[in-house]
Structure formats: C-alpha cells, structure tokens
C-alpha cells in the first residue's frame, strides 16, 4: 500500500465542504475571538475526519462496480492501491479520533456529528441509488455542516444564510 494512496482514498480536496462549519464564526464577526476560532477549527478537523471514513465506506461499498466504471476505476480501493483491511482500520481510527474531538466540542455537536455520519452511511447504503433521494441527501450534508458550526460555536446564523444555502443547492444540483 502507497500512503499517498490511502490519502488520496480520504478524498482532502472535498475537505473545503467542511469550511461551511466556519459560517457561523465568520457572518456573527467571531472568527478572531480564539475560543470561537479554536472550536470551528476543531468542528473542521472532526467533519474532515468523520467525512474521509465516510468516503472509505462508500468506496468499499462500490469497490466491484467502481472497477467497470472509465473514471471510478482510478479511485485507490478500486485499483488495489489500498487493500479492504487497510481501508476499514483507517476508516475506524478516523471515527475513534473524530468523535472524541467532537466530545471536546461539547455534546451537542457530537451529536450532529453522529447524526451527520449516520446519513453519510444511508447515502452510502441508500440514497445515492435514488435520484431524488441523492439530491436531497446532498443538500442536507451542506446544511448539517452550517447547523454543526451554530453549535460548535454558539452563534446562529440567521435564517437567510440557511435558505441562501438551501436555494444555491437548488440551482447547482438543477
């Protein structure tokens, strides 16, 4: 196994998803004040962590079919470069280590976290197969990641934020 394949597996570049947990601290001015700062950066770190294992699984889940796919095929569980063993202990640690780091948050957003994972799990499982279910499922990650940083954070967004997100996604997913 390449280690640079098993990050690639992790998929960072989808890591600026995340950012959006910084909305809170950024549109209520308290991205300066450090306490504020600390928690959005650790919210960050969490969703990126819980996000990546998210990834593993759905490429474990699609390995077979990846494989016949022209451009999933290069994805790094699909070509052999990272082995199932290695794809499932990486995707345990990353969950051990992220839903920790939410329990430093507080329980709330441990919380939001588990919930946020466990619809990663029925995108994985379910809602990808179903056209209007994966767009739903899509949009409802990007807000669950807003909703994460009101909670990490303690500042809310107001409802505009929420319903600006809610009607991009309407009309990039068309």
Same mark, same amino acid.
């Given at each position: 196994?390449?280690?640079?394949?098993?990050?690639?597996? +992790?998929?960072?570049?989808?890591?600026?998803? @995340? +950012?959006?947990?910084?909305?809170?601290?950024?549109? @209520? =001015?308290?991205?300066?004040?450090?306490?504020?700062?600390?928690?959005?950066?650790?919210?960050? #770190?969490?969703?990126?962590?819980?996000?990546?294992?998210?990834?593993? #699984?759905?490429?474990?889940?699609?390995?077979?079919?990846?494989?016949?796919?022209?451009?999933?095929?290069?994805?790094? #569980?699909?070509?052999?470069?990272?082995?199932?063993?290695?794809?499932?202990?990486?995707? +345990?640690? +990353?969950?051990?280590?992220?839903?920790?780091?939410?329990?430093?948050?507080?329980?709330?957003?441990?919380?939001?976290?588990?919930?946020?994972?466990?619809?990663?799990?029925?995108?994985?499982?379910?809602?990808?197969?179903?056209?209007?279910?994966?767009?739903? =499922?899509?949009?409802?990650?990007?807000?669950?990641?807003?909703?994460? =940083?009101?909670?990490?954070?303690?500042?809310?967004?107001?409802?505009?934020?929420?319903?600006?997100?809610?009607?991009?996604?309407?009309?990039?997913? =068309?």
């Amino acid at each position: 196994m390449k280690i640079f394949s098993l990050i690639e597996a +992790l998929r960072p570049p989808q890591w600026i998803k @995340n +950012l959006n947990l910084l909305a809170a601290a950024i549109l @209520n =001015g308290q991205l300066t004040n450090q306490p504020i700062f600390t928690k959005s950066i650790i919210g960050f #770190i969490v969703f990126c962590l819980i996000s990546s294992s998210s990834y593993l #699984i759905n490429d474990l889940i699609d390995a077979d079919r990846d494989r016949l796919h022209p451009v999933k095929k290069n994805r790094p #569980i699909a070509r052999g470069d990272v082995s199932p063993q290695i794809a499932i202990f990486t995707c +345990l640690a +990353l969950l051990m280590v992220g839903f920790s780091l939410a329990l430093l948050v507080n329980t709330s957003f441990f919380l939001i976290t588990l919930v946020f994972f466990l619809l990663q799990l029925s995108y994985s499982f379910v809602f990808k197969t179903k056209a209007v279910l994966d767009i739903i =499922g899509i949009s409802l990650f990007f807000i669950i990641r807003a909703y994460a =940083g009101e909670i990490a954070t303690g500042y809310h967004l107001p409802i505009w934020v929420m319903l600006t997100v809610i009607f991009l996604l309407h009309i990039v997913t =068309g």
